[in-house]
């Protein structure tokens, strides 16, 4: 990893973190300093880092400003019952281009991918998930992108990288490794019926956020997900102020901790990142505060991961097997170790979509399918593998 990208951390932020009592998470990270440099990454599982770029943010300069009031919250907490090994390598710097800025994200993110360390992104603006799905490109897999959001950001087609065009670039981007995309929590109003349409048209996934509050429909998106990126305001003002693109609706605080741990407890899920926080508005760093809860039930969830998908063999499943009238049976499997529920998808051959062939799913879609009703997720799926 090329450790010049990376500026340490906050001196007053660490020398907080000293005074705190011996079993806090801060007393317990590894801690990209001034004065100790840049921490040993061997045996590391979990790495938090800070983006300062802000200048591709639409109408939120500033979201890359002050990422230690959200540092002074964290370190503050107790961790669980965790066994896990967490470092705070310190911030992305802002290069002279924009462009120079997520070269830099890329190049980290990539690099703690081949590490197999699990990266925590806060601050900057949410463009930076350009680079997050571009940092899988020497991974040589398709990947499935999640975003928490109350607007799609796919902008028009001619527009430059920002946070209200990012999606655009990664579905523009050839070769394209990109299998599914999710929304969680769009509210209709910040969206035109073109780019819902456009969304429904590519077979992706886009839940409102009326929907997604029932937090159990929405679980198994996580389950699926490789990347997964919130704009924190997609949380209501009154919970998370510190925004300038906020508004009134939206997820309530634990309802995004709630997520956050879905995240986390997701085998798949190999990088998370907050973006969007801008310090500036945040009331007696509220905003900060529920973001270091958020990453506190990120790193619970992934302590708490089954390792029930890929990691088992399908004898470590229930398998049912549902037959249907006019089409080919449908085979369901459930956990033994979780509980939760998978579907098949029958690929016609062996290909680069073999790692989607188990599409999670809910007991609801498998009653569904019972009842001669094909969820409408196995459709999706089948589409893309064609």
């Known amino acids: 990893m090329n450790v010049d990208f990376l500026t340490p951390v906050k001196d007053s932020v660490v020398a907080h973190s000293i005074l705190l009592p011996s079993t806090s998470l801060g007393a317990n990270m590894r801690i990209h300093t001034q004065t100790d440099g840049f921490p040993d990454l061997e045996g590391v599982n979990i790495a938090l880092f800070g983006i300062e770029e802000d200048r591709n943010t639409e109408n939120n300069l500033g979201s890359g400003k002050d990422l230690h009031h959200i540092r002074r919250h964290l370190y503050q907490l107790y961790p669980g ?6 470092a705070d390598i310190g911030n992305i710097k802002k290069g002279e281009l924009t462009s120079d800025s997520h070269f830099a ?17 806060i601050g900057g603006g949410q463009d930076a998930t350009f680079s997050n799905y571009k940092a899988y490109d020497k991974l040589e ?11 799609f950001d796919l902008g028009n087609i001619d527009d430059e990288l920002s946070s209200k065009s990012y999606l655009s670039k ?3 981007e050839v070769p394209s490794n990109l299998f599914n995309y999710s ?17 429904q048209g590519l077979n ?9 509050k029932n937090l159990e ?25 510190a925004n300038n693109n906020l508004s009134p609706n939206g997820f309530y605080g634990e309802e995004i ?3 956050s741990r879905y995240a986390g407890i997701s085998d798949k899920v190999s990088s998370f990142g907050i973006y969007e926080y801008n310090s500036k508005h945040d009331s007696n760093y509220q905003t900060a505060h529920l973001i270091a809860q958020m990453i506190w039930y990120f790193i619970e969830g992934v302590n708490y991961r089954a390792k029930d998908y890929p990691y088992c063999t399908k004898e470590d499943y229930q398998k049912f097997t549902v037959l249907l009238e006019n089409d080919d049976p449908i085979n369901f499997y459930k956990s033994n170790k979780s509980g939760r529920w998978w579907m098949e998808i029958n690929l016609i051959k062996d290909n680069k979509y073999k790692r989607h062939a188990l599409i999670p799913c809910t007991y609801e879609d498998y009653l569904e399918t019972t009842k001669q009703l094909i969820p409408n997720r196995w459709f999706k799926a089948q589409r893309k593998m064609l």
């Open 170 to 172: 990664i579905i523009m």
């Open 105 to 121: 994200i890329k190049e980290v993110l990539t690099s703690l991918l081949e590490m197999n360390i699990l990266p925590i992104i």
């Open 183 to 199: 929304n969680i929590g769009y509210q209709t109003y910040f969206n035109s019926q073109d780019e819902i349409n456009l969304i």
């Open 141 to 151: 897999q398709t990947v499935n992108l999640v975003t928490v959001d109350n607007m």
């Open 257 to 259: 901790c709630a997520i």
């Open 204 to 212: 992706f996934d886009a839940y409102r956020l009326g929907e997604a």
């Open 81 to 86: 019952n965790w066994n896990t090994t967490i």
């Open 217 to 241: 429909i929405v679980e198994p998106v996580f389950r699926d997900a490789d990347i997964v990126s919130i704009d924190i305001g997609a949380v209501r003002q009154s919970d998370a102020p």
